[in-house]
């Protein structure tokens, strides 16, 4: 077996409503073993028989949209990656006084990031942005996280299929739940 994080995009927020019960529910009908969601924006630790988390992600794709109706959109990755991912946030929780909101932007491939950071050249004053592998670090003064330049772009429909933003907090959160 092979464990992995699973991130849906887009779920309730915006219209699309799903409860974390039929959503682990879903997944374990379909085959994936220990399922367990944490909070209720399309966090997910499982495992599956296979090794290749293109192939997990496809299934879980299809899975998604069978059952609840939705365009389903999932990034995955293994509690290695994730734990580098976590370990390599380069900003510091305050800066200059100023309490700030951590995220990594999860992306599908680093053409998505490369995409954000070249339609957003000059980041939104106190708005800091970082490339890392496959992933935007991305802080943001308490308060601002929906108005800055990234938050704006990430936002938009074209990075539906191949974004999802977690807090920083929140990604610490699956690493425990992933035994990392």
């Not at 879903?26 to 924006?41: C, D, M, N, Q, R």
């Not at 339609?119 to 943001?140: F, I, K, N, T």
């Not at 800055?148 to 936002?155: D, F, M, Q």
Request: hydrophobic fraction near 50%; glycine fraction near 10%.
């Amino acid at each position: 077996m092979h464990t992995y994080a699973v991130f849906l995009r887009g779920i309730n927020v915006g219209g699309v409503r799903i409860a974390m019960k039929d959503l682990a529910e879903a997944l374990s009908g379909a085959g994936y073993a220990h399922v367990s969601t944490l909070l209720a924006s399309g966090n997910v630790v499982l495992d599956a028989a296979t090794g290749d988390p293109a192939a997990v992600k496809a299934d879980i794709e299809a899975v998604l949209r069978a059952r609840f109706g939705y365009e389903a959109w999932v990034i995955i990755t293994t509690p290695g990656r994730l734990a580098s991912i976590v370990s390599s946030y380069p900003f510091p929780a305050v800066a200059d006084g100023v309490q700030r909101h951590d995220y990594v932007v999860l992306a599908v491939t680093a053409d998505a990031v490369a995409g954000v950071l070249a339609a957003c050249p000059a980041p939104s004053p106190g708005e800091l942005v970082a490339a890392g592998d496959g992933v935007l670090y991305w802080q943001v003064p308490r308060g601002s996280s929906l108005e800055t330049r990234v938050a704006r772009e990430i936002g938009r429909a074209r990075h539906k299929a191949v974004l999802t933003t977690r807090n920083l907090n929140t990604l610490r959160k699956v690493l425990v739940r992933l035994g990392a």
